[in-house]
């Protein structure tokens, strides 16, 4: 009996923002494909705006695997998993064991396929567009919170927002200027209606 898909499918159980009350929950499975998706956006303006030569495919591969060892872990708090060093250095171990575990449950003959996203290469320039679009899709939850009146979300944003900045990317920057306007339309205004 293969386990994979059975366990990657529990992503739509795990919530993410625990320590924050939301207005809409959501969970890793919907956030990674948020992920996905936005990924896939920097590096389409990457490569077509400014000519870049990131792997596009691979980024987000990436990107739909980055929060897969949080079936095993749960969704850790940033505050908690960034309080020290200490406490981030044995949490990623953690992961890298949850992530080995979940990868076990692949048949033989198709790990070569999706192994190699499951644990990104952190160094590539792929991973830092997942990294990007991660950010990305938390300052746009941030955005959707505040459009629904809760407050518990003006400094999240801020934070996150000088994130974004600091990163000094071209296609993040590109985002910001060209889509991130339209996140503060109603569906009516969206329509033209």
Request: net charge negative; with cysteine.
């Amino acid at each position: 009996m293969e386990k994979f898909y059975a366990y990657t499918d529990r992503m739509k159980f795990i919530k993410r923002w625990q320590l924050m009350r939301s207005v809409r929950e959501e969970n890793i499975m919907e956030h990674s494909q948020s992920v996905a998706m936005l990924t896939h956006a920097l590096c389409a303006i990457e490569r077509g705006v400014y000519h870049g030569t990131v792997d596009s495919q691979k980024a987000v591969l990436y990107a739909i695997y980055h929060e897969v060892s949080e079936v095993m872990t749960g969704d850790m708090p940033t505050p908690v998993k960034y309080f020290n060093n200490s406490i981030h250095g044995e949490y990623e171990k953690l992961e890298r064991l949850a992530v080995e575990k979940i990868e076990g449950t692949l048949p033989e003959e198709m790990r070569g396929e999706i192994s190699p996203y499951l644990q990104a290469d952190k160094s590539s320039e792929e991973y830092k567009f997942v990294k990007a679009a991660d950010k990305l899709s938390a300052y746009i939850k941030c955005l959707e919170e505040l459009r629904s009146g809760n407050n518990e979300f003006v400094q999240a944003e801020k934070t996150i927002s000088a994130t974004l900045k600091n990163l000094h990317m071209r296609a993040v920057d590109y985002f910001f200027e060209h889509f991130i306007p339209a996140f503060y339309l109603s569906l009516d205004e969206l329509e033209g209606l």
